[in-house]
């Protein structure tokens, strides 16, 4: 079956950002559409161009013998920036407010708009730290870090804060939650993490950092490299942080019980650090 | 700024893959692009000639003033049952066998690609079905619950074994687990589900159907209408299954330690009965 080169553009955009980041020869381009390589060549330059005008991401040519292209994922700038003012409305809304000063924030991880435009968000800031998995820590965190992981396309790994039979083996750590001070176990399975990965670990919150300080201990267990930190929501936190490193989306600077006002900031994502020194 | 046609179908084809069964209007894409909107429904044309083409879904014109277009994506009747082979394949693993005859699985909740391809599957064989949100149980059902809400674009819920002071008011419930016959507890936010929702219900894993029956107990607590359930794996399991109409992709049918063999068939995905009676 012959196509083509409109219904070629169509089919490739839609291969592609279903294989984000994954290196796709020409031959099998050419092969599927019975093409020639020199068409799909001026394909590929008509969707790179689009790509990057757009501000959806950018083409990636590898030449040579093994060589084809890579779809590599970005955010234009002005996307992030409405996103993150959106998203700290959001945060923002009176009604979040929980006794305790907590903040009800389930209905925001489990809106796949959100999570679609978070997973964009971290995964292009951590594009260049050739990331091989990403972690997290159950359960809010799961669905930021299987945002991530799609856009990244990588695998996610769990931690657990209890011992499951379907786990297998498991390496376990204690750890001293930052803000309460209480210590915690969190567990993970032994075969779900390489020696020598390089890790991307994300959550939805974080208050003193004393959980992903926990996971990033956890990893040296597993000789594996904490690559960057992402975190949706940090919030204020006067005394010393456990954790430097990281980028966060929104900034939780005061909850006010009283006059029911919650006060949210963007995070530090157009300035933070994100990769882990 | 003035667009090409090749330009305009690679970026209406993003687009409307971040979008699906969204209503997207004529004119937003008249105006984004500059230009008239018979050109725009010719685009369309080809985008829906294309994706019936290549199995990826189709477009659905509404007409009239609020009209426009919207994409409803859909499988091969080939990629399904290619993926479900593999998937068969991938947990018939001898090296999956734990203590006690559980397996290890955690590896393919956590693979992108294979999330991806359970969310288009699980999406696909609901398509008609009206459904609202997406439930499931922590932990391991969520990242079947976010990558069909995805594919869907609808909002996901995550019912819980524990009660946290994050997700504010809860409905909980006993239910009977229904191969250990152990009474367990299950809770789900007040906040997270509206009155008359139609839910569908998705775990990683169903035996007796305990957990998922507890899922429906629990829904009728909300007002809410089991719209449809499916599962990653069923197992073989000789009683009376306390729930009926389901699909699952996989089945195990039997594990034998001794021999360290798994055996596993494709699911009912194929003819199952997916809406709920």
């Known amino acids: 079956m012959k196509f083509r080169r409109s219904e070629r553009l169509v089919d490739m955009t839609y291969y592609l950002m279903n294989h984000p980041r994954e290196l796709v020869s020409l031959t099998h381009f050419s092969g599927l559409y019975q093409a020639a390589k020199s068409s799909i060549s001026e394909d590929l330059v008509i969707i790179k161009e689009t790509f990057e005008n757009r ?11 093994a060589g084809g292209v890579k779809y590599i994922p970005k955010i234009k700038q002005e996307e992030a920036e409405e996103f993150i003012h959106h998203l700290c409305e959001l945060i923002a809304d009176p009604e979040r407010l929980l006794p305790g000063g907590y903040l009800y924030m389930t209905d925001l991880l489990g809106d796949s708009q959100i999570l679609n435009e978070v997973g964009k968000l971290l995964a292009s800031a951590v594009s260049d730290l050739n990331i091989d998995v990403v972690m997290t820590v159950a359960t809010k965190g ?68 004393g959980t992903i300080n926990g996971m990033v201990d956890l990893l040296k267990e597993f000789n594996a490299t904490v690559a960057g930190i992402g975190v949706l929501v940090e919030s204020e936190y006067q005394e010393e942080r456990l954790v430097n490193e990281y980028i966060s989306l929104a900034k939780l600077a005061n909850v006010d019980m009283k006059e029911k006002k919650i006060t949210v900031t963007k995070g530090n994502y157009f300035s933070g650090q994100v990769d882990f020194l």
Chains 1, 2 share one sequence.
């Open 55 to 65: 501000g959806i991401g950018t083409l990636q040519t590898v030449s040579g013998a």
């Open 142 to 209: 799961i669905p930021i870090a299987q945002t991530v992981a799609h856009q990244l396309n990588v695998p996610f790994i769990t931690v657990r804060r209890d011992n499951k039979v379907t786990e297998g083996s498991t390496v376990s750590i204690n750890y001293v939650s930052g803000s309460s001070k209480r210590i915690q176990m969190m567990s993970l399975s032994k075969r779900s993490l390489k020696e020598g990965s390089r890790v991307l670990i994300v959550d939805d919150f974080m208050k003193a950092g």
